[in-house]
Structure formats: C-alpha cells, structure tokens
C-alpha cells in the first residue's frame, strides 16, 4: 500500500522546505519540490552511528525529518519526498540502486533507494536523498541525454540487460554515481536493505559520520571531521574539537541534534581521531 501524509503534514513539510507553490501533479511542482527538499534537509546518518537502525515507518520519518528538524538517509528520504508525491496526485514507483560512487567496476547489493514519478507527459527520476551528489532536479528518462540541474550537469545512460547508470560530469569527467533497472521494490526490500546497511559491521554509515546538504550554487558535506564546500571552487575544513562538529551540525547543516548521551562520546571519538592524527 502506497503511503500519503495528512493535510496537516502536508502543510508541516511545505513549510519545512519552504513551498509556497500550487498543490498539483506538474512537472513545474516536482521540480520545484526536488530543489527545495534537499536544501532544507539535510543527508546524514546520526542515528547509525550511534547503534540505531532508523524506523521507515511514515509516522516515524515524518517525525525525525520534519517535526524534529533532523536529517536521514536515502530511505527516510525518499520514503518522505514519494508520500508527499502521491498525496499531491503523483504516481510513482519505489526503485532500488547499486552504489558505484565509491567503486565504478563494484557490483554490490541494491542498498540505494530512488522514486520513478509519472507526469502526464514524461516519466522522472527523482531523488533526493545521495548524500553528496544529490540530485537537485528530477531527471527525465531519455537514454544518452545530458541535463543541467541546479548544480551538476547529469545523464541516464542505457546499459546491458536493461539496467540504467545515473552518471554526473565533474568537469570533463563523467563519473558513475549508481545503476538500476525497473523493478518495482516493496517496504520488505526497503526494510532488509535499512538492516543491512545500519548494522553490518564494515558499512559505511557504522563507522563513519556523513552529512550533506545543498545551498544555491554549493555542496556542503562533513565526512567525520572534513567539511568541504564545492561551488565555482572547493574548500576544506578540519574540525578539532568536539564542540566545532556539534557547531558545524547546528548550524551549517541545520540539524537539531537529537538528545542521545551516546552523541556527546561519538563527536569526542571523531574529535581524539583528529588529536591523533595530528601528532
């Protein structure tokens, strides 16, 4: 069963992204909702780092992205973005994606999830939940076809036994972000992939803290202690302390913090790697 919000959430999400737009299913609305998402909440996974799996329930992600102010990841993410969409009147299908952003030749398990979203005139790839190359605009499906967004320059290429690569070009450089195919993914896949994920002991969102969020022209992220923004240019920041992490997550990311005591030992651990480092 497809999931929408109330009209009461509805209004608490529009607010919360700052959308003051018409409530209809255009491929103007999905474009407009698709830039704001993404720069008014923030990509970042706390909750695993500190030995939680997040809940994928609505209520749930409903509560932590919008009533609480916090980020997630690509679950709470597009779970959140589709249940707004189809309470709007879109039509959309859940998809599910192999991370080639670290590796391009990796042929790992479908642990990304994406929406397909119909309009009266073409089928879109909305996302907005991939950390540091989150899509800023949805992305028609038309094989080979480069499209500005906002930020990156992105294509659809297809590939062997139907499967789609979602590339982006960095410069002159085109770099693979993920491939999929079309099968529609139900709320168990979604669910073994979470669990996956926020407790194998090697992933990637157990041992280190990653966050992202876009602004008009930039990308910001912290991977544990590094804060990088890329606009026309590219700049570095190592954070030192514990204090400066916790600032940097207020107020760059926008994130309030949840209450956890574990929190407070996981920013000090990030803050004694960096003491470590540097001597």
Request: charged residues 20%.
């Amino acid at each position: 069963m497809i999931q929408t919000v109330s009209p009461v959430q509805l209004a608490a999400y529009f607010d919360r992204i700052g959308y003051t737009g018409p409530h209809e299913a255009s491929a103007e609305t999905l474009h407009a909702l698709h830039r704001l998402h993404p720069q008014a909440i923030p990509f970042e996974n706390i909750d695993t780092l500190l030995g939680v799996t997040p809940r994928l329930d609505l209520e749930s992600v409903f509560a932590k992205l919008v009533s609480a102010r916090r980020g997630g990841y690509c679950y709470e993410h597009n779970l959140l973005f589709r249940a707004v969409l189809e309470t709007i009147g879109f039509e959309t299908t859940g998809l599910a994606a192999r991370v080639l952003w670290a590796d391009p030749d990796a042929m790992l398990p479908r642990t990304h999830m994406m929406l397909l979203v119909e309009t009266p005139d073409e089928t879109w790839l909305a996302d907005v939940g991939f950390g540091s190359m989150t899509l800023t605009a949805p992305l028609v499906f038309d094989n080979g076809r480069e499209q500005a967004t906002p930020h990156e320059t992105f294509r659809l290429d297809l590939i062997e036994r139907g499967d789609f690569k979602l590339l982006v070009k960095l410069g002159e450089t085109w770099k693979p972000v993920y491939r999929f195919d079309l099968e529609p993914q139900v709320p168990s896949d979604y669910a073994m992939a979470n669990h996956y994920v926020s407790t194998l002991p090697d992933s990637i969102f157990v041992n280190h803290l990653i966050v992202a969020r876009v602004i008009p022209g930039q990308r910001q992220t912290l991977f544990d202690r590094t804060v990088t923004r890329r606009g026309t240019a590219e700049e570095h920041r190592e954070l030192t302390s514990a204090a400066e992490l916790r600032g940097v997550l207020e107020d760059t990311f926008g994130i309030t913090l949840p209450t956890d005591a574990k929190l407070a030992s996981v920013l000090e651990h990030l803050a004694a790697q960096a003491a470590s480092a540097a001597t």
